[in-house]
């Protein structure tokens, strides 16, 4: 995502995006995205290779650009809805993704919860020059003024 090794954060992604392969409705979605698809393919084998350090937080391949804009179709939504289906106490999320062409639908899930708190904070700790850059490349207003409650 950051240069032509993978860092970091490419083995973070990875990681989610490689179970969704292992669902069936998870693994047609990404089926559209073949950069996607293949990137996570591509992932499977690397062993041996030593993690890159990221040297700039100013700059993000093509890939790392459209992976975030996917994330921001999908797991975002996702994040926010979970969020305030949690504090409302209900028992399941749903919220339509990919631009309203699907709804996901699952349990409500605290540790969700928790992943959103987190990006919130590392999005608040950004400089002003890195968040114009998460900015530009996601709608990134759910950061900016959500407020989630400690649960």
Not at 72 to 80: E, G, I, S, V
Request: with cysteine.
């Amino acid at each position: 995502m950051f240069g032509s090794l993978p860092s970091q954060a490419d083995f973070a992604l990875y990681g989610q995006l490689r179970q969704g392969l292992n669902d069936k409705i998870s693994a047609d979605v990404m089926r559209e995205y073949p950069g996607a698809w293949g990137w996570t393919l591509t992932m499977d084998d690397l062993s041996g290779i030593e993690v890159a350090s990221l040297q700039s937080t100013h700059i993000l391949t093509k890939a790392a650009k459209r992976l975030l804009a996917f994330a921001a179709q999908t797991y975002f939504p996702f994040l926010t809805a979970n969020a305030n289906s949690m504090m409302e106490k209900k028992e399941r999320v749903r919220v339509p993704i990919l631009r309203g062409t699907a709804v996901h639908e699952q349990p409500v899930f605290k540790y969700q919860v928790m992943c959103l708190e987190s990006l919130m904070n590392k999005y608040q700790k950004l400089t002003a020059a890195d968040r114009q850059v998460v900015d530009r490349t996601i709608d990134a207003s759910f950061l900016q003024t959500r407020s989630v409650a400690k649960l």
